[in-house]
């Protein structure tokens, strides 16, 4: 038995989301404040004994934002255990989480499961009846309003059902359950639909038998370690029943005669005495009673547990343990924990936020490919940032959280991954989602963590693209949220096959080369254009009704698209002078740039082969300013993939950083304006103007673009 799906309805940023699990480690990536933690929290709102949260706890921020106003609103978090196994059902509690017959008009398509071997337990915190039913019999909406606004928190009650089958997040379900309050209307309470809800459960019955443990980021191990219920006494709680009759009798002997030794020692003794003094003279011999002071240690082996400590071989305590190296002990003790109360619990869940707090990035990795292993008698859940955990978690097990206003979506990186459209042969032996695990373990992590991406075929690309748009726009790639992915080949679509509306709802552009013929051309080739038509048909037939996913094809290469446009010109010359030393050469390049089609195309692809195109973008990056000139086919892929992120502040900053470009005497007014301007509408109404009058400057091209893109 394991947890497979936790659905959260109205919960702080969370208004209608679903996290998938599986066995072993899980893993939930997002930004800051993207609702990492109100996603634990949640689960522990439902599942954690320890984590009592009733509704002196509830407070009006737990409410989905996106409410409005929260009151009679209901938070639901609905847990969903699959495989439960029959050495599972073997315990009373399985029995009563396990519905009696499927119901496949209310699960969600992607919840399938056989032999009903599935249970759910669920949590409503929803208003008390009373309310409820005020709510119901209200004859008008002003009725109706005037009831919901008195609602305070302190009217409203936690509910646990079991053997629901329903999907929370669909709207309907949840009108079905609470009603329209926008429309001033409430579900009837003495109309409770079981068949949507499930049956009343005691929850203390589950949390008797499901185990989780919350692992906080701001955790201090030391102190945990040294809390009575520390890991050590719980695992000795579980053994001490196995421990010899012998071994129990021989430790009661020894402790008595410690007590005796002790209570003898005279200095002991005497205190006993001169307290025995003292009550006679403040309170006579009649009303005073007889003490005495004596050594008392339990004889019982559990009060030995207390004195159990775990320190360093070579150390005398273990605080001498660095931060990074206690975190690693504390979850390793967590682990041996739950391997000995597997036998008494159906379920262990360990949940770790930023599981890499003061770890060494080569641990992480090792870390978190330990806990894999841990998949028998454990399920792990964490949340995190770090690159190196994303990049070797596996990618099955992955949900990715983004900001979406003010809610989160839930994105799930595999979801139907495999079934993706190319070569099933080569994918049966080959799985999508196996590869890409693989890719992202051995590249980076930025598939995951970028707002956008954009993937380009070469280090020409990857090098001098950063340079472009932090010289013309003043930002780069990474203030727009866009992650460069250089794939070192042509095959774009095993990485972009990722991006898509069931799996992460974020814009790919891809940048590849069509390598058009060149008219007189030596280094143009009709080979390298038909692979180039090739691949551009492949990218579309496979893409086309993909929104996420969008491609961009340079007319020949990147090296000649850039060299064709007049400003760029200009740099490519600093270039051919520091690398050439022969006169004739020198002039014969340079002329070139601004000569015929062919000619520009043979000296440019000349140029990047003898310094090599890497180093030549590395020379390139270094001479380029605010003058250079983007190709339209790179700046549609940028406005492309920064959609998300690219709003008004982002232009504004823009704009104001092209104006400090010019130094022409007419631009002086409109940069004194700029700084003066605070007013939205005025700031507006001076980059239409802007637009306007300088349609060529890169600014306006990019604002032309994006209104384009947007205007669909």
Request: hydrophobic letters at 35%; a negative charge.
């Amino acid at each position: 038995m394991y947890l497979k799906y936790i659905q959260i309805v109205n919960y702080k940023n969370l208004k209608s989301s679903v996290f998938k699990f599986d066995k072993g480690a899980n893993t939930i990536i997002g930004e800051n404040d993207s609702g990492k933690s109100n996603a634990m929290t949640a689960i522990r709102i439902l599942l954690d004994s320890t984590f009592f949260y009733n509704t002196k706890r509830l407070k009006e921020s737990d409410f989905s934002d996106s409410l409005g106003d929260w009151r009679g609103h209901w938070i639901i978090v609905s847990a969903f255990f699959d495989e439960i196994t029959d050495d599972d059902k073997t315990n009373e509690i399985c029995a009563e989480i396990i519905p009696s017959e499927e119901n496949q008009n209310f699960l969600k398509s992607f919840i399938r499961c056989e032999d009903n071997n599935y249970g759910t337990v669920t949590l409503f915190i929803r208003p008390i009846k009373k309310i409820r039913n005020d709510l119901h019999k209200a004859k008008t909406k002003e009725e109706f309003e005037r009831i919901r606004a008195g609602i305070s928190l302190t009217d409203y009650e936690f509910f646990y059902t079991s053997r629901s089958q329903a999907d929370y997040t669909n709207p309907e379900i949840y009108n079905a359950l609470v009603g329209d309050l926008e429309q001033g209307e409430y579900v009837d309470p003495e109309k409770i639909d079981y068949e949507i809800m499930g049956n009343r459960i005691d929850i203390l019955s589950v949390w008797q038998h499901i185990s989780l443990v919350f692992i906080d980021a701001l955790r201090d191990v030391e102190s945990e370690l040294r809390k009575p219920r520390n890991p050590i006494r719980r695992v000795f709680d579980t053994i001490q029943k196995d421990v010899a009759n012998e071994s129990k009798d021989s430790i009661t002997q020894k402790i008595q005669e410690l007590n005796e030794i002790i209570s003898s020692i005279p200095q002991i003794s005497n205190i006993g005495k001169e307290v025995n003094g003292k009550l006679n003279e403040i309170a006579g011999l009649v009303y005073s009673p007889e003490i005495k002071v004596e050594s008392k240690l339990k004889e019982s082996i559990d009060s030995l547990a207390k004195y159990l400590a775990v320190s360093p071989s070579n150390q005398d305590d273990v605080d001498s343990l660095g931060l990074g190296h206690l975190n690693i002990l504390y979850i390793a003790l967590k682990l041996v924990e739950f391997e000995y109360n597997r036998n008494h619990e159906i379920l262990n869940i360990m949940i770790i936020e930023e599981p890499e707090a003061h770890i060494h990035t080569h641990i992480q990795k090792t870390l978190f490919d330990n806990l894999k292993v841990a998949k028998d008698y454990t399920q792990v859940i964490m949340t995190t940032h770090s690159n190196q955990i994303s990049e070797v978690s596996d990618i099955t097990k992955v949900n990715v959280l983004k900001i979406n206003n003010s809610t989160t979506e839930v994105m799930y990186p595999s979801a139907g991954l495999d079934d993706f459209g190319f070569d099933r042969l080569k994918q049966k032996e080959f799985p999508l989602s196996l590869c890409l695990e693989r890719y992202l373990d051995a590249k980076r992590s930025v598939l995951l963590f970028s707002k956008g991406v954009i993937l380009v075929e070469g280090d020409g690309e990857e090098i001098l693209l950063p340079a472009l748009a932090k010289n013309i726009f003043g930002v780069s790639l990474d203030e727009l949220g866009i992650g460069l992915i250089n794939v070192g080949s042509v095959g774009f679509e095993n990485i972009a096959s990722i991006f898509s509306p069931q799996r992460l709802r974020r814009y790919c552009a891809i940048v590849t080369d069509l390598d058009t013929v060149v008219d007189g051309a030596d280094k143009s080739n009709e080979e390298a254009a038909k692979r180039g038509e090739t691949r551009k048909e492949k990218l579309n037939n496979l893409f086309f009704d993909n929104p996420w996913v969008e491609m961009f094809y340079a007319p020949y290469t990147f090296e000649v698209d850039f060299a064709a446009i007049q400003e760029n010109q200009e740099f490519i010359k600093t270039i051919i002078q520091s690398h050439y030393e022969k006169p004739k050469t020198i002039e014969k390049h340079t002329s070139h740039l601004s000569g015929s089609e062919a000619e520009r195309y043979d000296s440019v692809l000349t140029l990047a082969k003898d310094i090599g195109k890497g180093w030549y973008a590395t020379l390139l990056a270094s001479k380029i300013n605010c003058n250079a000139i983007l190709p339209q086919y790179l700046l549609k892929s940028i406005v492309f993939a920064s959609q998300d992120v690219l709003n008004f502040t982002i232009l504004w900053k823009i704009f104001s950083y092209r104006l400090s470009c010019y130094e022409d005497a007419e631009f002086e007014e409109l940069r004194d304006q700029v700084k003066h301007t605070i007013e939205l509408e005025e700031k507006t109404k001076i980059i239409d103007n802007f637009v306007k009058d300088y349609p060529s400057d890169m600014f306006s091209q990019l604002v032309i673009n994006r209104r384009e893109l947007l205007n669909g």
